[in-house]
């Protein structure tokens, strides 16, 4: 069974630009989940999608959006980049939503801003 | 607000010196302990979930346990392939969701 998967792996984009990473989760997962990982802050939690309505917000600036597709494969898009958003972008796949199902995550998008 | 804590930050091992990682939380009404391992650059894979206070798992040199405070991950006769950053998360709360909070996760290094 194919894991979850993120588009592209690598990115770099300047200060000022927006960006927009991609996830495709198991087959058969309807909840995605997308997380921020840096070496000060650690893993921190963005959003969660589940049949393409965000369920759960963290505590991040406007600027971070992200949708769900009715195939269950979810986007997220950063704006107005700023220096501090060059990060890990984790995206992480569970059956639903029953609260306490295990997540399984992407190999990440790293972002480095300019 | 939910915390977290892992401990060591660091840890050296020789290869077959066994040790344990702590992971310690403060929450409101835990619904599930999970242990993940993630390499440099990769996105980490999960290990154990655990959900109620005195469950153990064991997965091949691997053993974690949890009780009402806290949580620990086993390490017997490690090997070098063990070395790892090992992440303790907590799913808690009565929000609708999977959300999970992170500890700062404890890297391990197993020495030959």
């Known amino acids: 069974k194919a894991g979850v998967t993120q588009t592209p792996r690598y990115l770099i984009k300047t200060r000022g630009q927006q960006v927009t990473l991609s996830c495709s989760p198991i087959s058969g997962h309807r909840s995605v989940s997308w997380y921020q990982q840096t070496p000060g802050q650690g893993l921190q939690f963005l959003f969660e999608y589940f049949s393409e309505t965000q369920r759960n917000k963290g505590n991040f600036p406007g600027r971070f959006s992200g949708r769900q597709f009715s195939n269950s494969r979810s986007e997220m898009n950063v704006s107005t980049l700023e220096l501090g958003d060059s990060a890990l972008y984790l995206c992480?796949?569970?059956?639903?939503?029953?609260?306490?199902?295990?997540?399984?995550f992407g190999p990440g998008t790293r972002l480095l801003v300019l | 607000e939910d915390q977290v804590t892992q401990s060591p930050e660091a840890l050296r091992l020789q290869e077959g010196e066994s040790s344990s990682l702590n992971c310690s939380y403060t929450v409101s009404g835990l619904r599930g302990l999970f242990w993940y391992r993630q390499d440099p650059g990769k996105g980490p894979e999960f290990l154990f979930t655990l959900y109620s206070a005195g469950e153990e798992k064991e997965k091949e040199r691997l053993k974690a346990t949890l009780t009402k405070k806290e949580s620990f991950l086993h390490i017997t006769a490690p090997k070098p392939e063990d070395s790892a950053t090992y992440l303790c998360?907590?799913?808690?709360?009565?929000?609708?969701?999977?959300?999970?909070?992170f500890g700062a996760g404890t890297i391990l290094r197993v020495k030959s």
């Open positions: 992480a796949s569970s059956k639903g939503l029953a609260g306490s199902e295990t997540q399984y």
């Open positions: 998360a907590v799913q808690a709360g009565w929000e609708y969701g999977n959300k999970l909070v």
